[in-house]
T-cell receptor, first 112, second 113 residues
Framework: GESVGLHLPTLSVQEGDNSIINCAYSNSASDYFIWYKQESGKGPQFIIDIRSNMDKRQGQRVTVLLNKTVKHLSLQIAATQPGDSAVYFCAENIGGYSTLTFGKGTMLLVSP | EAGVVQSPRYKIIEKKQPVAFWCNPISGHNTLYWYRQNLGQGPELLIRYENEEAVDDSQLPKDRFSAERLKGVDSTLKIQPAELGDSAVYLC???????????FGDGTRLSIL
């Protein structure tokens, strides 16, 4: 079946750098995407979402970019901090929020 | 506001034993989800409730898994009997309704011996 996947399993950056986490999706019918952050021993924490009628959305220090042409989603974190170290998941949904399909995750490691 | 509360945080049992997980969603959230997360993987939906009705249980292994949300608030997920492959983190999430973002609890880590 179709699924959401991530290009990089681990991303290591220095504190203060900008981070980019990528996600490829294969279901062209997906119309809603979410990024979650999961710290060790905790549940996923909502970061930011975007609908398919948008190509960019900004939050506090985070930006999500959506390229429907190549079915690609990215999460940009500005001025990465050690507290940003976690596993990041993208998730997709068709027709609303109800059933999310998660990718496998990318671990972000931030060095002081 | 208080988040999604799950208990227990950890559970270790022998195979073939029963086990149950409990979830208290965020107050006022009508939609409740149970997910299973294997190590290094993203969460996978097991069942979704709209109030007390299970509206999507297509991924729930019904031969051994059951869930209930009798009063449309708290929910329990049960496995009987547990198998070695059931070792995972079981996450509960809730949302105001099906078109609002889902908020997750910290999960129950289940280990089967």
């Amino acid at each position: 079946g179709e699924s959401v996947g991530l290009h990089l399993p681990t991303l290591s950056v220095q504190e203060g750098d900008n981070s980019i986490i990528n996600c490829a999706y294969s279901n062209s019918a997906s119309d809603y995407f979410i990024w979650y952050k999961q710290e060790s021993g905790k549940g996923p924490q909502f970061i930011i979402d975007i609908r398919s009628n948008m190509d960019k959305r900004q939050g506090q220090r985070v930006t999500v970019l959506l390229n429907k042409t190549v079915k690609h989603l990215s999460l940009q974190i500005a001025a990465t901090q050690p507290g940003d170290s976690a596993v990041y998941f993208c998730a997709e949904n068709i027709g609303g929020y109800s059933t999310l399909t998660f990718g496998k995750g990318t671990m972000l490691l931030v060095s002081p | 506001e208080a988040g999604v509360v799950q208990s227990p945080r950890y559970k270790i049992i022998e195979k073939k034993q029963p086990v149950a997980f409990w979830c208290n969603p965020i107050s006022g959230h009508n939609t409740l989800y149970w997910y299973r997360q294997n190590l290094g993987q993203g969460p996978e939906l097991l069942i979704r409730y709209e109030n007390e009705e299970a509206v999507d249980d297509s991924q729930l292994p019904k031969d051994r898994f059951s869930a209930e949300r009798l009063k449309g608030v708290d929910s329990t997920l049960k496995i009987q009997p547990a198998e070695l492959g059931d070792s995972a983190v079981y996450l509960c999430a809730s949302s105001l309704d099906r078109v609002q973002p889902q908020h997750f609890g910290d999960g129950t880590r289940l280990s089967i011996l």
